[in-house]
């Protein structure tokens, strides 16, 4: 009789799912069988009981090879790192808890760092568009009751977060969407023919990089003005038609991804796609969210918030918070060689940075805290890996729409193995030893 | 843990009587004692000081979602701002929406113990409780929305005061709340088709239920339970010219209803930033807006168990935070500065605007003006207290200010002759010209801490320097019968006090602080008798319609609330 542990959260992406059952060994030590989560959510509770799974901390040696060492040793080893270090960057954040976050803020507070996570390479434009203007938003259980009008702009659920529409966006029947996905008008915005392009009742296949453009013509539609007859790869015709949709609705929310925080304008597309439904409000009532990855990024942006002021991009290291995105921030701090220390938590940038600051990264003294071998582990002085959040320790999560969530513990972790916490919490103590030495 | 004894201090208590008196106040194990029974104390030298109990805020957006979206979306709001700790201290930053420590500081500096975070939105409890827990020094309760909560709508609809009681007592448990807030009863919900409730007899889009049925229920609601806060309410209509008449329709729910509980609380309704509530006339413009502050007060100087904060405006640039989600909309449109809004599935809105309240203008100054009134037309101190509804009308950091306004005429001439560009025309519009009352030390008393501590039914705990209370003592550098020539002395001295004793521990010593002390998160636990219809209700909501699942909605854990303070009451009888 396997034991069942419900209402688990999945510690995966920005969409949280908080309904998983995972089926447990009778004694409760190994996990069976995910129910509920996507592939991609329950390789990650599967994989976590991986049998050549690292335990124990790794230094590099000299000759590239690698040692194990106790978790007092690295976390020493870390600490010292950290203190010496003039301007150290502690990058990552992403896929942790909250409580973790809060005691790497005590960290990098202490040591002066440059805090930075992976809304860098992400959203962090869109942290910078609502800077600008705002952002008129509604939790994912509001779209679902009430949302008759759906846009994906630049994002690809059904790959990306692949619950998104079962659970939030377009199939569920809600107090006022009682009909469910025949409920709902879908447009998906997307130079690719994506799968989630594939379902949508509206395709509007954008000419690459022309997002801005294309939120601009809505706005000159939605107010009833005169446009070009070509916009973007897009007749007037079909502008028109969407302008219409939008307006016509009960209830309208955009979506939107990497396809249009990255591509040409940057920030100033998210900007002009809040304004697109901050206009919309005029006439009906419409939300915007952004499609956040990794499953609490958003929390990180939160717990600095309160602690800081600010979301991202933190500077410490004059011993008050300073935020300037495009020189706080992480890749153009190693591109410009300004750092002499590099601590990773939750997050990969040995695969998500540009190799131009991987490279940098490779040169410098580094920790890498991580359950996995990763290609940051692998260029950094020091692997620590840890239990996993979600899986084998509890802790806070906030949702893509902010909404907090208590991801549970499922299985011990390994034998001897810490959790980022407590670790945090070692080098924490160990730096202000250090401190109060010197 | 150390006795401490204040000194040759001037004391002021309304609750014992207390008037400037030399008294010295002892404190042993956390707790006021009389001056007896101290052995061996620490002395504190109050000599030409003026000592009260520490001051507790009955409303303040100071942690939670729409709180750190106002910080995060306002980089501006720190700027040449943010301080390196020192000492204890860790790292500040922010004017309008401070930090989480930011907040502690002031608060601590201005003689606080305990303060009331005025808008939980139940389902983002977690997140206010985490930055409640961050928040070191004072105590700190937090007050769930409930004016716009799809349970509480559907059952209004039918009076159903019992399975009204039965929900807000398993929200409470399940978010550590500690009262009931309603925040544009109605209209929140009607946001979330893009409309709104503007008088009290407006009907709910499809939930067929008015504001009225809403205040009045929740109300009952509130005293069935007996919980030890009353009902709080933010009123339909808030900041609109001409609103006056809809804040008396809606305190009027109130008429003839008796207060319930344990706790010494005397009033069943408290409307909170009163000024935003009290304007005449059809627009802004100075041809017709006119103050309404006397006629609101007066109202509620003939009744017995109704209650305010002021809400008075600072005129600072600060960031609007509000439940209100329609009047943020509305906000942005006059200023069309940047416009956050989050609709909270089932329960509640809240938007936020960044707002510059212009002293070179007649509003700003009319509502400057009105949310003194509030102050001044009260007879019983006792039901009015002072808040800057912080940051609405004015940043937290503000409070000593306007303490110096409602003190001193002198004060408030100097603003109307000289930093209001519209003084005389405000003067007209307004009563401040007729008002040359000034409220004294033991007023202030009343309104900052006796008041307020009371009809949060914690006049147990807070608000005097009875024996048996909480050892929680501020001391101010004010001479009261020196310093009186200047009224900038009162605001100085107000922002920083000399010490402040918490839970009997030094915190604030000769200005500095010096301990993060030992905080508590204030919640109510309510049991009522077993209702199947309400949890069934409840499982079905959750199951159908809600985006967590129910186990995953209950805030639990030490993360959270790590030192948590129940308060019981029991509504099973
Ligand atoms: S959609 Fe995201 S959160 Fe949900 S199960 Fe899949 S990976 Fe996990
Ligand atoms: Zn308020």
New binding site residues.
């Given amino acids: 009789m396997a034991k069942i542990v419900t209402d688990v959260v999945?510690?995966?992406?920005?969409?949280?799912?908080d309904d998983?059952e995972v089926a447990l060994s009778d004694d409760g030590k190994e996990i069976l069988e995910v129910y509920?989560?996507?592939?991609?959510?329950?390789t990650?509770f599967l994989h976590s009981q991986a049998s050549d799974r690292l335990t124990r901390p790794q230094k590099k040696q000299e000759d590239g090879s690698w040692k194990e060492v106790t978790y007092d040793e690295a976390a020493d080893y870390t600490a010292k790192m950290l203190v010496d270090a003039k301007k150290p960057l502690m990058y990552g954040w992403s896929s942790t808890s909250c409580s973790a976050q809060g005691v790497g803020a005590e960290i990098g507070e202490e040591v002066g760092a440059c805090m930075d996570n992976t809304a860098t390479v992400c959203h962090g434009s869109t942290l910078i568009a609502v800077q600008d203007v705002g952002v008129p938003s509604a939790t994912l259980g509001e779209i679902a009751n009430r949302a008759d009008r759906v846009v994906f702009w630049g994002c690809n659920p059904a790959h990306a977060?692949?619950?998104?529409m079962s659970?939030y966006s377009i199939f569920p029947r809600g107090f006022f969407t009682g009909k469910g996905s025949k409920s709902r008008q879908m447009i998906v915005v997307d130079p690719r023919n994506t799968d989630t392009a594939k379902m949508a009742d509206v395709h509007l296949q954008l000419e690459q990089g022309h997002d801005y453009e294309l939120l601009s013509a809505i706005r000159v539609a939605i107010r009833g003005e005169k446009l070009p007859d070509v916009v973007a790869g897009i007749s007037k015709e079909q502008i028109y038609e969407v302008a219409d949709t939008l307006k016509s609705g009960r209830f309208a929310v955009i979506f939107f991804g990497m396809g249009v925080t990255h591509s040409l304008g940057k920030n100033h597309n998210i900007d002009i796609a809040i304004s697109v439904t901050r206009d919309l409000n005029d006439y009906t009532k419409a939300a915007i969210v952004p499609m956040r990855g990794h499953?609490n990024v958003t929390g990180s942006g939160q717990v600095w918030g309160w602690q800081f002021g600010f979301p991202f991009c933190l500077d410490l290291t004059r011993g008050f918070a300073r935020y300037n995105p495009g020189d706080s921030s992480s890749n153009d701090l190693l591109v410009r060689d300004e750092l002499d220390a590099v601590f990773v938590l939750g997050s990969d940038p040995g695969a998500h940075f540009p190799v131009r600051s991987v490279k940098k990264i490779a040169q410098l003294p580094s920790v890498c805290i991580d359950p996995h071998i990763t290609p940051t582990s692998a260029v950094s002085k020091m692997h620590v890996p840890v239990a996993f959040v979600g899986v084998e320790v509890g802790g806070c999560a906030y949702r893509m729409d902010n909404v907090p969530i208590e991801t549970k513990k499922v299985v011990e972790p390994p034998e001897g193995m810490l959790t980022d916490e407590e670790f945090l919490q070692l080098v924490l103590n160990r730096v202000r030893e250090l401190k109060g030495a010197a | 843990m150390t006795d401490y004894l204040i000194k040759n201090g001037f004391v002021f208590d309304p609750v014992q009587g207390i008037n400037g008196d030399k008294v010295d106040v002892a404190i042993k194990d956390g707790k006021i004692v009389d001056a007896g029974d101290v052995t061996n104390p620490t002395i504190i030298d109050a000599t030409g000081m003026t000592v009260m109990a520490a001051a507790v805020d009955i409303h303040a957006h100071v942690a939670g979602p729409k709180v750190n979206m106002g910080r995060n979306f306002r980089p501006e709001d720190k700027l040449f701002n943010c301080t390196a700790g020192s000492g204890m201290k860790r790292m500040e930053g922010g004017f309008s929406v401070p930090t989480v420590l930011r907040t502690a500081y002031l608060y601590a500096r201005m003689g606080f113990g305990f303060s009331m975070e005025a808008a939980m939105p139940p389902l983002y409890a977690r997140h206010t409780h985490e930055e409640i827990r961050d928040t070191p020094i004072i105590d700190q309760g937090a007050l769930p929305v409930f004016g716009n909560n799809w349970f509480v709508l559907e059952y209004l609809k039918e009076n159903e005061i019992e399975n009204t009681a039965a929900y807000i007592a398993w929200l409470l448990n399940q978010t550590k709340g500690f009262g009931v807030k309603c925040v544009n009863p109605g209209g929140t919900e009607s946001w979330g088709w893009g409309l709104n409730c503007e008088t009290v007899d407006d009907v709910v889009p499809y939930f067929d239920v008015t504001p009225r049925q809403i205040v009045s229920g929740l109300i009952e609601a509130n005293e069935y339970l007996g919980l030890p806060h009353c009902m709080h309410v933010h009123g339909n209509s808030l900041g609109e010219p001409g609103n006056y008449g809809i804040t008396l329709d809606t305190l009027k729910i109130a008429e003839g209803v008796k207060p319930q509980n344990d706790f010494g609380r005397e009033v069943v309704l408290h409307n909170t930033h009163l000024q935003f509530h009290c304007y005449g006339g059809e627009s802004y413009a100075s041809k017709s807006f006119e103050s309404k502050s006397k006629e609101v007060v007066n109202y509620i100087n003939s009744v017995d168990n109704i209650s305010y904060d002021l809400g008075v405006v600072t005129l600072d640039e600060t960031t609007t935070m509000t439940a209100d989600g329609p009047f943020e909309h509305h906000l942005s449109h006059m200023n069309n500065l940047k416009w956050a809004n989050t609709d909270v599935e089932l329960e509640t809105g809240s938007g936020i605007v960044p707002f510059i309240y212009n002293p070179k203008t007649f509003i700003a100054g009319a509502q400057w003006a009105i949310g003194l009134e509030c102050g001044l037309f009260i007879k019983d101190p006792m039901r009015a207290y002072i808040t800057t509804d912080a940051p609405n009308a004015g940043p937290l950091c503000r409070y000593p200010r306007v303490y110096k306004w409602l003190m001193s005429a002198k004060a408030r001439d100097d603003m109307l002759d000289n930093t209001l560009k519209y003084g005389d025309k405000i003067r007209e519009r307004c009563y401040i010209g007729e008002l040359d009352r000034e409220i004294s030390l033991y007023e202030l008393a009343m309104m900052t801490r006796a008041g307020p501590a009371k009809t949060l039914g914690l006049s147990h705990m807070f608000g005097s320097l009875k024996p048996g209370l909480e050892g929680d003592v501020a001391v101010y550098p004010y001479n009261p019968e020196t310093d009186t020539d200047d009224p900038e002395k009162i605001e100085y001295a107000f922002g920083n006090a000399a010490y402040l004793i918490k839970g009997g521990k030094l915190i604030v010593k000769e200005g500095e602080i010096v301990d993060m002390g030992n905080k508590r998160t204030f919640w109510v636990n309510a049991k009522v008798n077993e209702n199947p219809m309400v949890e069934r209700d409840i499982s079905e909501k959750f199951r159908r319609y809600y985006t967590v699942t129910q186990n995953n909605y209950t805030v639990e854990g030490p993360h959270f609330v790590p030192n948590p303070y129940v308060i019981e009451v029991d509504a099973t009888k």
């Fill in positions: 999945c510690p995966f992406c920005g969409t949280l799912c998983l509920n989560a996507c592939a991609i959510g329950a990650k977060h692949p619950r998104h659970r499953y």
